[in-house]
């Protein structure tokens, strides 16, 4: 999860620097202790809990199998090209900088943090385009983030679209037209996105890990019109490794191949030529 914090600080560093010699002429006139006003007291108090506060707050309670976890450097992982729908973050967030099209640094007081309580600065934002027709806007670089977040929130607003959660699969649907505009798959408990414009060395590793060959079987089998699972299997043996052919079964191919009822026996039957006239009307 993430959430955007803003505070006022001082205005500009003469407030500072005059709380700070009010503080010195205290301690020099009265041997060491300050006299403050009510005023002044606030403002120290103030700029001392927005000091090291951070812009932006991230909570990643993930325990799968992938290392996914805040506070380490894991940039050189191949899990970091895989995008994470979070439907509590308030910001896109990715720890690679390749990813972005355009980017822009942050100021190096703009930190997240983590659930454990580290703090880690964003080093920039920009846009990132994840699939053909999806663009993430303000996404925030954060070198040290282990895995890439999508916050849900934000992509409904800036794609107008609906996101429709299934019990192993994730749809993005555009508001005005009801097209799909993106997957998502569910693994280990969270939903990855699918047909990601990523560089050439990531891997479709999400993909061949929660589609199971039997689902690519069923695939296969609508794709090339329904053949029999026995050709599939000559085509593609490798699916068949650990799985029974006859477990296979297809509910358009039994309704398509079933053969005609026959017709009930006729009560009327003719008992001289031109009784029974059959005509076509």
Not at 73 to 99: C, E, I, Q, R
């Amino acid at each position: 999860m993430a959430k955007k914090e803003n505070g006022d600080k001082f205005q500009n560093t003469g407030e500072l620097q005059n709380v700070q010699a009010h503080v010195v002429a205290g301690l020099e006139s009265q041997g060491g202790s300050v006299q403050l006003n009510h005023e002044e007291i606030e403002r120290v108090r103030s700029f001392l809990s927005k000091l090291e506060k951070p812009t932006i707050t991230c909570s990643l309670t993930y325990s799968g199998k992938f290392p996914f976890s805040c506070g380490l450097n894991v940039s050189n992982t191949p899990f970091t090209h895989y995008w994470v729908l979070d439907s509590g973050a308030t910001d896109h967030m990715t720890p690679l900088p390749k990813h972005f099209s355009t980017y822009s640094p942050c100021p190096s007081n703009k930190k997240i943090s983590t659930a454990d309580g580290t703090l880690i600065t964003v080093a920039g934002q920009g846009d990132v385009q994840i699939t053909p027709t999806i663009i993430l806007k303000n996404v925030l670089h954060v070198p040290k983030l282990s895995t890439n977040l999508i916050s849900i929130q934000k992509l409904t607003k800036d794609l107008l679209c609906n996101v429709i959660f299934h019990r192993n699969s994730c749809i993005l649907q555009d508001k005005k037209s009801g097209r799909t505009i993106g997957h998502a798959r569910e693994w280990n408990g969270l939903y990855y996105m699918e047909n990601l414009n990523l560089p050439i060395e990531s891997h479709s590793l999400i993909s061949e890990s929660t589609i199971t060959s039997k689902e690519k079987v069923q695939l296969i089998h609508c794709c090339l019109g329904h053949p029999s699972f026995r050709v599939i299997k000559l085509l593609f043996p490798s699916l068949f490794k650990n799985l029974n052919m006859e477990s296979f079964h297809c509910e358009v191919c039994e309704l398509a191949k079933h053969k005609r009822v026959p017709f009930p026996i006729s009560n009327k039957l003719s008992t001289s030529p031109f009784y029974l006239v059959h005509t076509d009307v």
